[in-house]
C-alpha cells in the first residue's frame, strides 16, 4: 500500500491518538505508575505536535522549545517517581483509588 | 539668632516634657527641675523676644513648608508680632511662677513627675496656639491645649469626680472644636488661605454675606468651647477638681482665654459681617451676668472663682464682639494676674485647710495666713475693678468700648455688681468670723515656693494697669474713654459690697437660699435630662440596630449561607484523582466546543 507522502496531518494523527491513549490510561488505569507513564504519553503527545508544527511551518522556535520541555519533563518524572515511592513506602499501595484521603 | 528664639521659647517645654515622660520619670526632683527649668527658659525667650529690637514690627522668621496641595499651603511658622510676643510672655511668665508653685504644692505628691511632664505639655501647646501663624497648625495646638487639659484634670486618677470631669472638659470642647475645624475650612474656601499674615489684603473687598457669617460663627464656636462660654460653660466649673495650680494656669490665667486670642487673630474674619461681631458681643454680654450669679450661691471656693472667671472672659469677649481687641487684651492680660493669683492663694487655702474646700467650713483664716488673706483681697480689689488695682483700668476700658451699646453696657455694669458681692461674700466666710473645724483652726501658710509666687502676681495685678498692653496689637486699635460708664461701673462694683457686708459679716450659715442659682440654673439637669438621655437612647437603639440586624442577620446569615453551602459542595467531593481528571477533561472538551461555536477558534 502506497499511503504517499507522509504530511503533516499525519503527524498530528498520530499525536491526537497518543494523546488519546494517554488520557485513557490516566483516566481509567488504577496503577500510579501507569497513570506517569500516561502522562509522559500526553506530554510527549503535544511534544509531537509541536515538532511537527514548527518542521512544517520552518519555524526553529516550536523546535528549540521542544526540547526545554524534555528537560523539564525529565526533571517533573524523577520527582514524581519520589514521591511515588514516598507514597508506597507509607500507604503499601499505589492503587490510586485507594489513596483518597482528600475527601472529606 | 533672634529669628530662632521662637522655636526655642516653643520647643523647650515639649523637650522637658518628652525627656521626663521616656527618661525622667522615676526621678521625681530632677524631673520637676527639668520642667521648671525648661519654662524658665521659654520664658527669658519670650522676654528677648518682647523686648528685642525690631520694635512695633514682625520679626521675620524662618518658616518650613510643611501642607501643600492643590492650591492649599500651610508652612510651619511662627508668626511673631507685637501680640504673640506679649502673649507668649505672659504665657510663660505666669506659667513659670506656676511651675514654682507648684513644686511646693505637690511636695508630696508620689506621681509629680507625670504632672510636671504634663504641665510642659501645655505650656508648649500653649505656645504654638500663641505663636502659629496659621489656622492648622493653630488648630492642631488648640487640641494638644485640649489633651493637656483633659490629663491635668484628671491627674488625681484615683477620683471617680476628676476622671468625669476630665471626660467632660474633652467632649464639651470637642462640641466647639467642631465649629471651629468648619470655620477654618472655609475661611479656607472663601479666603484662599489659612495664614493670618494672608488675611487682612484676602477680606479686602470681600461682600458681606451669609458665607463670612458662617465662617465667623464657626470660628467663634472654637472659642465657645475653649473658652468655656454658653452654652458649652458646663465644664469648666467641674474641672474645678484638677490640682489647684493646674486650675491657676490653664482654667483662669491662659488656657481658656485662647478662644479670645484666636478671635483676635481672625478678627478681619469676624469684622466683615456685622451679624456675627454682635453675636459675639450679646453672648459675651450675657455671660458676664450669668456665671456671676450662679457664683452668689456657690459655696466651694474654687468653683466660686471658676464662675468669676467665666464672667471675666466673657468680658474679652464682649470687647471682640464690639470692635475692640486693645480692650479685649488689656483684659487678658490682667485677668491673667490676678486670677491666677487668686486660685494660687485659694490653693494656699485649701492646702493650709487640709483640702477643705467649701468655705463655710473655714473662718477665721485672717488671723492663722495673713498673707494668703492680703494677696486674695488685692486679687478680689482687682478682680471688681476697684481703683487703683490693675482690674479698674481694663475694665474701664471695656466698658468705655460699650458706649454705643446700654443693653450690653447694661449687662455687664449688673455682672460688675454681683461679681462684687459674690466676692465680699467669699472673704468674709472663709477669712473672718470663728474657724468651723479643726483644719480651718490648724490653718497654716505654705512654704516660701508658695509665697513668692503670689507676691510677685500681686505685686504684677498691683501694676499691670500701666503695661502699654495697646502695643500688643500694633497701635491698630484705640481704646476709647467715657466718663459715664466709669462712674456707673464703678458705683455698682462698690455697692456690690454692701448687701454682702450686711447679709454674710458673722453669718454661719447662707441667710440666702435661692434654688435655681444653686443648681446654676439646671444647666447640668438640662443636658442630663435632654442631650445625654437623648443620646442613651440614640446609642440604644445604634446597639439594638448592631445586635439584631449587624451582628444577627447579616454576620451571622452570611456565615450561615456560607456554611451551608459548603456542607453541600463537599458531597460533590469524592477524593478519586482519576474522577477529577475526567471531569476536568470534560470541561476543557466543552470549553474548546464552546469558543469553537462562538468562533474564537477557528
Known amino acids: 500500500m502506497n499511503f504517499g507522502e507522509i504530511t503533516l496531518g499525519h503527524y498530528l494523527a498520530l499525536s491526537s491518538l497518543l494523546f488519546l491513549i494517554g488520557l485513557a490510561g490516566v483516566i481509567l488505569r488504577r496503577s500510579l505508575l501507569i497513570i506517569m507513564m500516561s502522562l509522559e504519553l500526553l506530554l510527549n503527545a503535544a511534544n509531537l505536535a509541536l515538532v511537527a508544527v514548527g518542521r512544517f511551518q520552518g519555524l526553529p522556535d516550536p523546535q528549540v522549545a521542544v526540547f526545554f520541555v524534555i528537560t523539564v519533563a525529565a526533571a517533573e518524572v524523577s520527582l514524581g517517581l519520589a514521591i511515588l515511592v514516598a507514597i508506597f513506602r507509607i500507604r503499601k499501595t499505589t492503587a490510586a483509588d485507594q489513596l483518597a484521603s482528600l475527601r472529606f | ?602
Open chain 2, 1 to 602: 539668632m533672634l529669628a530662632y528664639t521662637p522655636y526655642l521659647i516653643l520647643f523647650l517645654p515639649l523637650l522637658a516634657a518628652v525627656s521626663i515622660r521616656f527618661f525622667l520619670n522615676p526621678f521625681p526632683r530632677i524631673s520637676v527641675a527639668v520642667s521648671t527649668v525648661a519654662c524658665f527658659g521659654s520664658f527669658l525667650g519670650s522676654l528677648a523676644l518682647l523686648f528685642s529690637g525690631s520694635g512695633e514690627g514682625v520679626l521675620a522668621t524662618p518658616a518650613l513648608p510643611w501642607i501643600e496641595w492643590a492650591g492649599f499651603r500651610a508652612n510651619f511658622g511662627i508668626l511673631a508680632d507685637p501680640l504673640a510676643r506679649g502673649m507668649a510672655a505672659l504665657v510663660s511668665g505666669v506659667a513659670f511662677l506656676v511651675h514654682l508653685y507648684s513644686i511646693a504644692y505637690l511636695q508630696k505628691d508620689p506621681s509629680r513627675s507625670r504632672f510636671f511632664a504634663e504641665l510642659s505639655l501645655f505650656v508648649f501647646s500653649m505656645l504654638g496656639i500663641v505663636l502659629a501663624d496659621n489656622l492648622i497648625s493653630m488648630f492642631i495646638c488648640w487640641e494638644l491645649v485640649g489633651v493637656s487639659s483633659y490629663l491635668l484634670i484628671g491627674f488625681w486618677v484615683e477620683r471617680p469626680a476628676a476622671g468625669a470631669a476630665a471626660n467632660q472638659a474633652f467632649l464639651v470642647n470637642r462640641v466647639g472644636d467642631f465649629g471651629f475645624i468648619l470655620g477654618i475650612l472655609g475661611a479656607w474656601a472663601l479666603f484662599g488661605t489659612v495664614h493670618f499674615a494672608d488675611l487682612p489684603e484676602r477680606v479686602v473687598g470681600m461682600a458681606p454675606g451669609w458665607a463670612v457669617t458662617a465662617i465667623g460663627l464657626g470660628l467663634f464656636c472654637g472659642c465657645l468651647g475653649k473658652s468655656a462660654q454658653f452654652p458649652l460653660h458646663v465644664w469648666l466649673p467641674d474641672s474645678m477638681e484638677g490640682p489647684t495650680p493646674v486650675s491657676s494656669l490653664l482654667h483662669a490665667a491662659t488656657m481658656v482665654v485662647a478662644g479670645v486670642y484666636m478671635l483676635i487673630r481672625v478678627l478681619p474674619i469676624l469684622e466683615l459681617s456685622q451679624t456675627t461681631m454682635m453675636t459675639i458681643a450679646w453672648v459675651g454680654g450675657f455671660m458676664t451676668l450669668f456665671p456671676a450669679l450662679i457664683a452668689c450661691q456657690q459655696n466651694d471656693i474654687k468653683r466660686i472663682l471658676a464662675y468669676s472667671t467665666l464672667s471675666e472672659i466673657a468680658y474679652m469677649v464682649m470687647a471682640v464682639g464690639l470692635g475692640a481687641p486693645g480692650s479685649a487684651m488689656y483684659h487678658l492680660t490682667t485677668h491673667a494676674f490676678f486670677k491666677c493669683l487668686l486660685f494660687l492663694a485659694a490653693g494656699s487655702v485649701i492646702h493650709g485647710c487640709h483640702e477643705e474646700q467649701n468655705i463655710w467650713k473655714m473662718g477665721g483664716l485672717m488671723k492663722r495666713m495673713p498673707f494668703t488673706v492680703f494677696v486674695f483681697l488685692l486679687g478680689t480689689l482687682a478682680l471688681c475693678g476697684i481703683p487703683p488695682v490693675s482690674g479698674f483700668w481694663s475694665k474701664d476700658s471695656i466698658f468705655a468700648a460699650t458706649v454705643h451699646h446700654p443693653g450690653l453696657a447694661g449687662l455687664s455694669m449688673i455682672a460688675g455688681f454681683f461679681t462684687s458681692f459674690f466676692m465680699l461674700r467669699m472673704i468674709l466666710v472663709a477669712f473672718t468670723g470663728e474657724p468651723k473645724n479643726d483644719a480651718a483652726r490648724h490653718a497654716h501658710e505654705g512654704s516660701i515656693l508658695m509665697i513668692v509666687p503670689m507676691a510677685i502676681l500681686a505685686l504684677l495685678s498691683l501694676v499691670a494697669g500701666l503695661f502699654p498692653v495697646e502695643r500688643f496689637l500694633g497701635g491698630t486699635y484705640e481704646d476709647g474713654h467715657a466718663a459715664w460708664t466709669l462712674w456707673i461701673s464703678l458705683v455698682l462694683a462698690l455697692a456690690g459690697f454692701i448687701p454682702a457686708y450686711r447679709l454674710y459679716r458673722n453669718a454661719s450659715h447662707d441667710p440666702l437660699d435661692v434654688s435655681f442659682l444653686r443648681n446654676k440654673f439646671y444647666i447640668d439637669e438640662f443636658y442630663q435630662r435632654v442631650l445625654v438621655r437623648t443620646q442613651d437612647s440614640f446609642a440604644k437603639l445604634a446597639d439594638a440596630f448592631e445586635g439584631w440586624v449587624v451582628r444577627g442577620f447579616l454576620l451571622r446569615g452570611s456565615g450561615v449561607v456560607a456554611r451551608a453551602s459548603g456542607q453541600g459542595l463537599r458531597l460533590v467531593q469524592c477524593g478519586q484523582v482519576q474522577v477529577y481528571a475526567a471531569v476536568f477533561i470534560l470541561g476543557v472538551f466543552f470549553l474548546i466546543g464552546w469558543l469553537c461555536r462562538g468562533g474564537v477558534l477557528r
